[in-house]
């Protein structure tokens, strides 16, 4: 949409239309009792290169359209995406999606363990960091490769399929041999040329909301995945920076109904690093639920003091079963099933 000044001239009005129908953009001119705007009916790209700002008589030129493309349920008048991973089924309006796990996999042991008792308790995934992206290089960055080798005998033990974060490229072979679904981590929601490889993959890709990120910013990064091909991208609500700082992020519930409203991919939320505190989760992962939320992500330890990343927001795995219960609860409220 061009605004023009109350004082711009027939001629100059007529000189905006003739810049944009000479670029093959299609004006509408719509004269108001102050001033005139004309609407701009192209690819708002290549509206935006004619430098319109610039003209005599021009005001402003403002975006109307969406700048995310093939995450939009607007444009392309999509049917819910839904992501199925080995027969669950992530998206969609009946199914909810709970993916419980360690933070980072330390040991055999402990991944066994907490793999076997999110598994009782009816999780539909496992998650489990292998390689860290941690904010000090000095913390502990994940086991790596033995990582995925125990993610593997944990998904064989227990059925679950596995959701674990790629930080680098150079690892995306390795991980899409073990791993069922991709995470792309806060920090690197806006690595492009990572975003790029996981959506060559061919495997789902469960994408998170950077810290300092507009959910606009999370689907033009969702875009990068899905213009190499890949549909089955899940996006993540994890909070995001605000003044406040009583929780360790700000959890952006409203997100959650703004991105089912705007885009068809799947959503859930991750209220284990948006609050940092696992007295928080539990209400948290109710709110998702009923905000429309298609599942959650969420940490689980069997000695969460002992963990060596993330401990005081990590669940007790012998609660798990009760908070499973609680949260499908909700869940059912709102007519969906664990899946
Ligand atoms: C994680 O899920 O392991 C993680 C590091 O989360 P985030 O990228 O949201 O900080
Ligand atoms: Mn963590």
Request: net charge negative; glycine share 10%; with cysteine.
């Amino acid at each position: 949409m061009v605004v023009m000044t109350p004082t711009a001239s027939e001629a100059e009005i007529e000189a905006v239309v003739r810049r944009l129908e000479a670029a093959g953009v299609h004006a509408k001119v719509m004269p108001g009792e102050l001033t005139t705007a004309i609407g701009a009916i192209g690819d708002p790209e290549g509206v935006r290169a004619l430098a319109l700002e610039g003209m005599a008589g021009v005001d402003q030129v403002i975006p109307i359209s969406r700048p995310y493309k093939l995450a939009s349920s607007e444009l392309s008048h999509h049917e819910p995406t839904l992501v199925r991973v080995d027969g669950r089924v992530v998206g969609g309006n009946e199914t909810f999606c709970l993916i419980a796990g360690p933070c980072t996999v330390e040991s055999r042991e402990q991944t066994l363990a907490v793999a076997r008792a999110v598994k009782e308790a009816g999780a539909s995934m496992l998650r489990g960091g292998a390689f860290k992206p941690r904010t000090s290089p000095f913390s502990f960055q994940g086991l790596g490769q033995p990582a995925l080798e125990i993610l593997r005998e944990a998904r064989e033990a227990t059925g679950l399929p596995v959701v674990s974060e790629l930080t680098d490229a150079a690892h995306a072979e390795a991980m899409a041999e073990v791993v069922d679904v991709i995470q792309v981590g806060a920090r690197n929601m806006q690595n492009y040329g990572l975003l790029e490889v996981v959506g060559k993959l061919g495997k789902p890709v469960l994408l998170k909301r950077g810290l300092s990120s507009t959910v606009d910013e999370l689907l033009m990064a969702a875009d990068y995945i899905l213009k190499e091909g890949n549909g089955d991208v899940i996006l993540c609500e994890r909070g995001i920076r605000t003044f406040e700082t009583a929780t360790r992020f700000t959890l952006d519930l409203g997100a959650v109904p703004y991105l089912k409203l705007h885009t068809h991919l799947p959503v859930i939320v991750d209220p284990s690093h948006a609050s940092g505190d696992r007295r928080l989760v539990e209400p948290l992962s109710r709110a998702a639920a009923a905000v429309g939320a298609d599942g959650i992500i969420v940490e689980v330890a069997v000695d969460p003091e002992a963990a060596l990343c993330d401990g005081p927001q990590q669940l007790h795995a012998g609660d798990f079963q009760r908070f499973a219960d609680s949260v499908a609860g909700h869940a059912s409220l709102v007519g969906r099933v664990l899946a």
